[in-house]
């Protein structure tokens, strides 16, 4: 069975071990955004969820519910086939004190260090992580970061619903990844798709192999700085 490392499913006793043996939390953050026709629209927190988890199983710590709230720098969906578009677009101020208020809320609960990570990478919300972290003005560690900070062994970048995001969430959440429903010609380019094309070159394989990297990268990272903090 796997192992337990979710806040919101952690009991009581469970959470207080985890925390007292490793006193790092993981913030995921991400998107409700097109990805596709033959993605999930939440896919850059699930992913990113996923990744702090399996790090959390590496390394130890516990991992805070994803939150899907992002800021412009975003792709629409595609205004020829859909009446809606589906992708949310927030705003900068409330990201960041919805960031600033959760971390200060986990300082109070005993963590010593959080990974503040997006799977959502424009350079807006990047940037927006690494503010959030600097201006920190608690007494817990914080870094900012993303997921294309790890994984840089196999040349790891996060694309926009192509290949390396494709695969991650097809090992991930193999029913939220539909390639059927991307043209078959191949000389037909899936609208705001950037990357090398799912079509051909994804693959859970692929992303099983891109998971194990960026989790160990991630674990690894944790424990460097919480050997930092006091």
């Known amino acids: 069975m796997e192992e337990k490392v979710q806040y919101e499913r952690l009991l009581p006793h469970e959470f207080e071990a985890r925390i007292t043996a490793c006193p790092v939390v993981y913030v995921p953050v991400g998107s409700l955004e097109w990805h596709g026709e033959h993605m999930a629209l939440g896919n850059d927190s699930l992913k990113m969820h996923a990744l702090c988890c399996e790090a959390a199983r590496l390394g130890g710590g516990i991992v805070y519910p994803p939150i899907y709230y992002n800021i412009p720098g975003v792709c629409s969906a595609d205004p020829t086939r859909y009446r809606h578009d589906c992708t949310f677009i927030g705003e900068p101020d409330v990201q960041r004190t919805l960031l600033h208020a959760t971390l200060h809320s986990l300082e109070r609960t005993g963590f010593k260090l959080a ?3 997006t799977g959502h990478t424009p350079r807006e919300q990047i940037q927006m992580m690494r503010d959030v972290a600097a201006a920190y003005d608690g007494a817990m560690r914080v870094h900012g970061t993303c ?3 790890f994984g840089k062994e196999i040349d790891f970048t996060s694309d926009h ?7 991650l969430l ?11 429903q991307l043209s078959r010609d191949l000389s037909v380019k899936p609208f705001n798709v950037y990357g090398r094309d799912p079509r051909t070159e994804a693959s859970p394989g692929l992303g099983a192999k891109a998971a194990a990297v960026i989790a160990r990268d991630m674990a690894a990272l944790a424990a460097r700085l919480l050997k930092e903090c006091p």
């Open 115 to 117: 990974i503040l990570t």
């Open 161 to 167: 619903a192509a290949m390396w995001e494709t695969s």
């Open 147 to 149: 997921d294309m900070d």
């Open 170 to 180: 097809w090992h991930f959440e193999p029913a939220l990844v539909d390639l059927t």
